[in-house]
Structure formats: C-alpha cells, structure tokens
C-alpha cells in the first residue's frame, strides 16, 4: 500500500468513527429528550430537530396516524417551508410515507422527485428535497406513525445511518405511547373527580332547594349553559358557597 492510499484509508476511518459518535452522542440527546417528562409538542420538536442535525437532513418530519381517518398527519417538523408543512395528509398505503406505515417497513427512494411512489413530487421539485429514508413508528408491532428524513441532493442512506433512523423511530414512538397513557389516565382522574364534585353539588342542592337529584342535576346543566361554564366549575361554585354559608 502506496503512502497516499495509506492516508486516505485512515481518513476514511477517521470519518466514519466522526459519524459513530454523532449518532452515539443523537441517541443519547434523544433518550434524555424522552425522559425530561416535557410536553409532547415540544419533544416531537426537538427529536425532529436532533435527527435532522445528525443526518444531516434538510427536512426530517414526524408524521402520525389518525386512527380515525386512516391517514398521515404532520405533527412537528424542522422545515421552515410552508408549502411542505401544509402539504395534505397521507392516505394509508398511499406513498412511500403510507406504505412504510401500512406495512411496518422501512423505504428509501434515491429520488423522490422522479419516484412514481412519492405523491407530491411536485412539492420536491419546488423545495429541492431529492432522496429520502422513511421509517415506521411502532409500538408492539402496532404503527403510530413514520419518521421522515430528507436530503438535499442524492444519497444512498447507509445501513448504519438506516439504524439510527430506526433506533430514534422507536425511542420516538415510545415516548409517544406514554403519553398518550398518561393523558389517558389523567382524563380518567378528572372525568371521576368532575363527576364526585356533580354528586356532591347535587346533593346539596336537594337538601337545600328540597328539589330531587334529578332536577338538581338539570339546574347545574342550565347555569352551566347559561353562564357558558364547565358544569365542574358550576359544582365547586355550588360546593364553596356552602363552605361559606357553614
């Protein structure tokens, strides 16, 4: 081996141990996104962000799945093109996006804007996006949504960058899934907190209007409507001018 190619081999080396640890140090910096416990908008944002950084991506969008429309939805991205971000949902099944969601796989195009799968081609022709690597977000086999990461000129994505996509898809998706339990959960604790503070309004109502529950009930319904508050907030009124009256 000639001195020149000796050198070029240890730069090639020395490239790739660079791009080792960007991505060591991206899922790092996404796994400590994931447990910081902020909002979801806000993570989405910055996951969105660190991997658009990492890959070098010109456009990395997050996109999930409405359950009810069985379509792709934007919901964060680090594009500041509105064309892009306001361009419309993705059909199940429908592009490059759709299919990797219906089929829980992952896809690549070298370039979109020649790619009969990608449906708004036109959109990549406008803003020069060219190749793109597609990933789903699963949870339990089940797919939330797809992690999208496009360049700016052609590139053939390699397996090590393919597994640091998928990795961030996966961390993404679980802290999507908490989430969504721990709103759940939460809208659980409030509807039976809002209903014990309607029983106890009711309650009192009857025992100070000698009405019966039922009518004391439909009085909460109508000031609610009338003063166009929560019927929870109509109880707590209820319930602390009888603290005061006590």
């Known amino acids: 081996m000639t001195e020149k190619k000796r050198e070029r081999s240890s730069a090639g080396k020395k490239e790739n141990y660079q791009i080792y640890l960007k991505q060591i140090n991206a899922l790092a910096r996404v796994a ?119 360049t700016s000129e052609e590139h053939e994505f390699s397996p090590a960058e393919l597994d640091i996509l998928t990795t961030v898809a996966a961390q993404a998706a679980a802290a999507i899934e908490n989430a969504e339990l721990d709103l759940r959960a939460r809208s659980a604790e409030e509807a039976l907190q809002t209903r014990k503070l309607i029983e106890r309004a009711k309650e009192i109502l009857s025992q100070d209007a000698n009405m019966p529950p039922s009518e004391a009930f439909r009085l909460i319904q109508k000031q609610s409507m009338d003063k166009r508050k929560t019927m929870k907030e109509i109880a707590e009124a209820i319930i602390l001018a009888k603290d005061i009256r006590s």
Do not use: F
Not at 35 to 54: P, Q
Not at 105 to 131: F, H, P, T, W
């Open 32 to 150: 400590r996104l994931i447990s910081s416990g902020m909002y979801l908008d806000e993570l989405l944002k910055l996951i969105v962000h660190v991997t658009a950084e990492v890959m070098q991506s010109k456009i990395c969008s997050l996109m999930l799945l409405d359950p009810e429309t069985k379509e792709l939805v934007i919901k964060s991205t680090q594009s500041v093109s509105e064309r892009y971000n306001n361009k419309p949902n993705i059909k199940l099944g429908e592009g490059i996006a759709g299919m990797v969601a219906k089929d829980n796989k992952l896809l690549c195009s070298r370039d979109v804007r020649q790619d009969r799968r990608y449906v708004n081609r036109e959109i990549a022709r406008s803003e020069a996006i060219v190749s793109l690597a597609s990933v789903p977000l699963a949870v339990k086999g089940k797919v939330i949504g797809v992690l999208n990461c496009y």
